[in-house]
């Protein structure tokens, strides 16, 4: 994807037009990060033997151009995910080099992981938000938070209900990050009809329209049955 403050100029395409590549689940030598066992070794521990990655991402923020369209809002990751429960799901996500407030690393919000799931809509930033990153509509901004600073490899793995997000990219250089969610095999679908979550079905549903020409009638679940890949024991639910 494009930051929002190019995606209708005639930015010429090339690596550093480029701000996240989004599942990666068929692209082998990306996808080896999700298999690998230093990663498996914890991930198991929240979602016990049978695990399924779920959602791929290499972040590549931008150098923020000025409009502070380089943040990203502070959410609950399970906003998107029509599956549970959290307690199955959990993120990795490993620095590719160096990552401070420089160039924008990650925020959390400790503790919000014991919370429930919020109402998210997009902030209201005057320089603009990218499609689809809604963020939590009221969070405590007094609450305390904590800037995790991370070395290139390092990784965190944290609960889909814990409020984070990433701040401004201050430097020249790309920051790049990569990240999956996991979930245990034997999560299961909800429909998120009459729920929060019914504003980022729609979202996502006339992308699938618009972009890749669905016609026929799909669910938020169809998304997340098409991109789930088993890393380890048996695809049961998911
Ligand atoms: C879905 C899984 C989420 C998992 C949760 C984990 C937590 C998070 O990461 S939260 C953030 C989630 N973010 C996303 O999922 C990003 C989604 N974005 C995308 O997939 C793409 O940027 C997408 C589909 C919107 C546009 O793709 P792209 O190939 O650039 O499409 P393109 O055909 O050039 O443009 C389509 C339209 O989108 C607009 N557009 C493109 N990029 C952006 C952007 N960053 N912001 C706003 N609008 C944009 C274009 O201007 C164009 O508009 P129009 O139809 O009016 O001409
Ligand atoms: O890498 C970032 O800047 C933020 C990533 C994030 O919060 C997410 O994808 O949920």
Not at 36 to 65: R, S, W
Not at 69 to 98: C, G, K, N
Not at 129 to 150: C, F, I, S, T, W
Not at 152 to 178: C, E, M, Y
Request: proline share 5%; hydrophobic share 35%.
């Amino acid at each position: 994807m494009r930051d929002v403050t190019i995606a209708k100029s005639e930015f010429i395409a090339d690596e550093k037009a480029i701000t996240k590549i989004q599942d990666f689940q068929e692209d082998a030598e990306l996808f080896r990060y999700c298999t690998l066992p230093q990663i498996l070794k914890y991930v198991e521990c929240f979602t016990g033997p049978n695990i399924m990655a779920v959602h791929t991402m290499l972040i590549n923020k931008p150098p923020d151009p000025g409009k502070m369209s380089s943040r990203h809002p502070m959410h609950q990751d399970l906003h998107y995910f029509p599956f549970r429960p959290a307690d199955l799901i959990v993120a990795a996500w490993t620095a590719m080099e160096r990552v401070d407030r420089s160039n924008g690393c990650l925020v959390v919000l400790p503790g919000t992981h014991k919370g429930s799931l919020k109402q998210h809509d997009y902030p209201e930033w005057e320089g603009g938000v990218n499609k689809m990153y809604h963020g939590v509509r009221d969070y405590d901004a007094n609450q305390p938070r904590v800037h995790l600073e991370m070395e290139k490899g390092d990784t965190v793995f944290f609960h889909p209900l814990l409020i984070h997000g990433s701040g401004a990219n201050q430097t020249q250089g790309f920051r790049k990050a990569i990240s999956c969610h996991f979930a245990s095999a034997d999560c299961h679908y909800i429909d998120v009809k009459g729920t929060s979550q019914e504003n980022i079905e729609r979202e996502v549903l006339e992308i699938a329209r618009k972009k890749y020409g669905v016609t026929v009638p799909i669910t938020l679940k169809d998304t997340w049955m098409i991109r789930g890949r088993l890393v380890k024991g048996e695809r049961i639910n998911l």
